[in-house]
């Protein structure tokens, strides 16, 4: 599957902004998907992951009450809506596609295709 991220930019504190990730191929509904972020200088990180049918999502606590992704198995994307964005929220944003039989997976290591990265900045 290849993935297509969008919908990154420069944006104020207390802003929003909706990320969308798009797929390609017919099997998109059998991955797990997951957003993550790498700001200058740091590792990559986990930021939320969504099941294949939508049902079970998982969040790093840093964002939880401000984040929600959500899927469109229809449509073939998974979208992320980041809301009252903080400076620390500042990095490249990652969409990626997890191919297991197992539960969701919240480690980079478990996903197996990734989108190319859009950057979202917050300024403060």
């Not at 919908?7 to 957003?35: I, K």
């Not at 073939?76 to 997976?105: F, Q």
Request: with cysteine; aromatic share 10%.
């Amino acid at each position: 599957v290849q993935l297509q991220a969008s919908g990154g930019g420069l944006v104020q504190a207390g802003g929003s902004l909706r990320l969308s990730c798009a797929a390609s191929g017919r099997t998109f509904s059998a991955y797990h998907m997951g957003w993550f972020r790498q700001a200058p200088g740091k590792e990559r990180e986990f930021v939320a992951a969504i099941s294949r049918g939508g049902s079970r999502t998982y969040y790093t606590g840093s964002v939880k009450g401000r984040f929600t992704i959500s899927r469109d198995n229809a449509k073939n994307t998974v979208s992320l809506e980041m809301n009252s964005l903080k400076p620390e929220d500042t990095a490249v944003y990652y969409c990626a596609a997890d191919r297991t039989i197992a539960d969701v997976a919240t480690t980079e290591r478990s996903y197996d295709y990734w989108g190319q990265g859009t950057q979202v900045t917050v300024s403060s």
